[in-house]
Each structure stands twice: as C-alpha cells, then as structure tokens.
C-alpha cells in the first residue's frame, strides 16, 4: 500500500510499504478515506524528535473496516468510523477512569499510545491507504453510513477533542471570559469549543492573518501579538483584570512576541500574566521531556523558566496533559450529526495523499493558506 514515510529533517514521501495484517483477534483493518496531518506531526517533520527513516506517519484517521477479527463483537465489515489518536486498551486502571491517553497496556514503559508517533508504541501511522486497528470494540467509533460531514469526523481523532479538552482542563463555564493562545487548528477548536461551552467572550492570540481571520469569523476576538503586547491588549478589553480562563494551544515552540526566534516558555508567561487573579489554565499545547532543537541548555532537556511565583500569588490553578479522546469524541460526534457543531472550518485543504510531501512542507511553512490539511489515500 501507499504511505507518507518520513525520510529525514523537512522531508517525507510517500512510499510503497507492507500492507498492516490482523496481529489479535481484537483487530480490525480500516481502509482510510481521509488522515489529517498534524502540528505534532510537524515535531517529527523538523527532526525535533527520535523519530527514526521510515516511520509511517499520522495519527488522526477514519475510514470503512474491510477486515474484522474474531473477537470483535461491535464493529462489522463496512462500518464508518474514526479512531482516536490515542490507542487505549479499555480496561487498564487509567482507561476505566477514563484516561485513556495515558493507557497502561498498549505501550510497556510509557503511559500512552497513538498512530505513527515516535515513542508512543509500536503503532503503523495512518496517512496510508490502510490501518490496523487494535482494541477495535474500543478504539473505534461508529459514524453515520455514506461521506456526510466527512471533514467534520475526521476531526474527531484529535483536534476538535484536544481543544475541547483544553476547555475541560480550565473548566470554562458558560458566561466566562477566554484567552487562548495559539490560533492554530488546536487554539482554533479551543476558542470554538470554548464558545460552544458558553463562553461570553473569546479571544484569540496569534500573528498568522489567515488564523485570525477565522478566529474573527466564528466569533472569537483576534489578538496579533505582533502589534502590542497581547495580555495587554486583552485586559483592556476585559475591565482591567484579565479573563476568567485560559488555554496554551501552542506548547514549547513558541515564539518571542517580537523576534524570529524560539523561547518555549513566552506562552506560559503571558497566560499566566493574562489571566484574573484565582483563574484556572488548560495546557493540551504540547511539551516534551527533551528537544534537542530548543534555544538553550535548560529547555532542550524539558525544563522551562515559568513565573511559577507569580502563578501562586495570584492562585492560579492549571490542568495539562493530552487529550484522552475517548472522553468526549461520541458526544462531539452528536453535536456534528445535528448540525450544533461544524469543526471543519478550521480545514483549508483536502488533498489526494501522494500530494502529502507538498503539504508538509506549506503547512511547516505556515504559508498559503495552509491551516488544516486533510489527505485522502483513496483519491
């Protein structure tokens, strides 16, 4: 089958590599009909990680189930259905509490496990033309038959859940005030989900205009903070005081307000400086225990100058970790089929998978356009 391999730093391609096989009769084999490509995916891309020559990427995936293994009892030949990013097993002590993105069973060593992500299990990527599936009763979730809102499912592997989580981990509440850095297509959910929850007012903080403009069209107030200081600008417009909530949709590459250059820990900073006194913040923007491309020594071994000071003096509370989709994909689906929720705004292109090199490389680039990029592997 066809797969984007990834080849070296800024480069992948997509390659002929052996078709997955049932390994348990718990799996399933999905034919894919559409894969998203991931800012995370972008930290393997740029060779910021340990991902090694010829690891299959994607981890955000859906499609129609050709083969079922005999011990799956949900799922049928010709379902519609999309998987989380994260494999879980269902019944380890984090599962059954319901978190599943920190899954003891299906990586030894590591709490959690996803799709063609380095580290995190022995799991083939799925911007292929086929993947297996394992804990298939679990791990995937049934759709409507036929292609409706088909861009609006596929992001339910990952990112419409991962900013509503980071809605969850701040606890926004209807009538509150948000700031969420990073207008990506994570910050991008954020905000949406934020709205979704009741939020009475929303900002967005980025510099790239096409971000700010559909942060702008679903609702959200756009801060460039290219402009002007952003926790200023913010405060302005809530009384002084800053908001009632916020969410880091950026993690530890992001960027000096001022300067064409990294300095992981400026989100955090502003967050903390941004928001009200006893606010609460949610952090599902990556970081990472190492990065051998940070700007200095401290953070290329994880470890970030943050106003933990200032965080306590004015009793902040913050929640962070990924999201464990499981938790709210089947009512982010429902939201979906009775047209409450539309995610897919967020999506600038849909593109057959052998154009994938292309896209990698414009979506790194944050140029033309590029926000959210869905492949599809069938044509």
Do not use: W
């Amino acid at each position: 089958m066809k797969a984007v391999v990834y080849k070296e730093p800024f480069k992948v391609a997509v390659e002929e590599v052996p078709d997955p096989r049932m390994e348990h009769p718990n799996d399933v084999i999905v034919r894919v009909t559409s894969t998203a490509i991931c800012g995370s995916d972008l930290h393997m891309y740029e060779g910021r990680t340990a991902a090694e020559p010829g690891i299959v990427f994607g981890h955000e995936n859906m499609g129609i189930v050709e083969e079922v293994g005999d011990g799956v009892t949900s799922i049928r030949q010709g379902d519609r259905v999309v998987m989380p990013f994260n494999v879980a097993c269902g019944f380890c002590k984090n599962c059954v509490a319901g978190y599943t993105g920190f899954c003891l069973t299906v990586n030894p060593g590591f709490a959690g496990g996803a799709y063609g992500y380095v580290a995190m299990g022995p799991f083939i990527g799925g911007q292929a033309e086929r993947l297996r599936v394992p804990y298939a009763d679990f791990n995937c979730l049934k759709l409507p038959p036929g292609d409706e809102h088909e861009t609006d499912f596929i992001l339910l592997a990952d990112i419409f859940p991962t900013g509503y989580h980071g809605c969850e981990l701040a606890q926004v509440s209807p009538g509150e005030s948000v700031a969420v850095y990073g207008g990506g297509p994570v910050g991008l959910m954020a905000a949406y989900s934020a709205l979704l929850r009741g939020a009475s007012k929303v900002f967005v903080v980025d510099r790239v205009a096409e971000r700010l403009q559909k942060a702008e069209q679903i609702g959200a107030i756009p801060i460039n903070f290219t402009e002007r200081n952003p926790a200023e600008q913010i405060k302005e417009q809530t009384g002084g005081e800053g908001p009632d909530k916020g969410v880091d949709a950026v993690g530890y590459q992001a960027q000096a307000h001022t300067e064409e250059r990294e300095e992981p820990a400026i989100v955090l900073n502003s967050l903390i400086d941004t928001v009200r006194p006893t606010a609460m913040l949610g952090i599902p923007g990556l970081y990472v225990p190492a990065d051998p491309g940070a700007p200095d020594e401290s953070a290329k071994r994880g470890q970030l100058l943050v106003s933990v000071g200032r965080a306590f003096e004015k009793g902040l509370r913050l929640g962070t970790g990924q999201c464990n989709v499981k938790r709210y994909n089947r009512q982010l689906r429902d939201l979906i089929i009775e047209d409450r929720a539309k995610p897919s705004f967020v999506v600038s292109h849909e593109l057959p998978l052998d154009q994938a090199p292309m896209a990698y490389e414009k979506f790194d680039k944050r140029v033309e356009g590029y926000t959210k990029v869905i492949l599809h592997p069938q044509g």
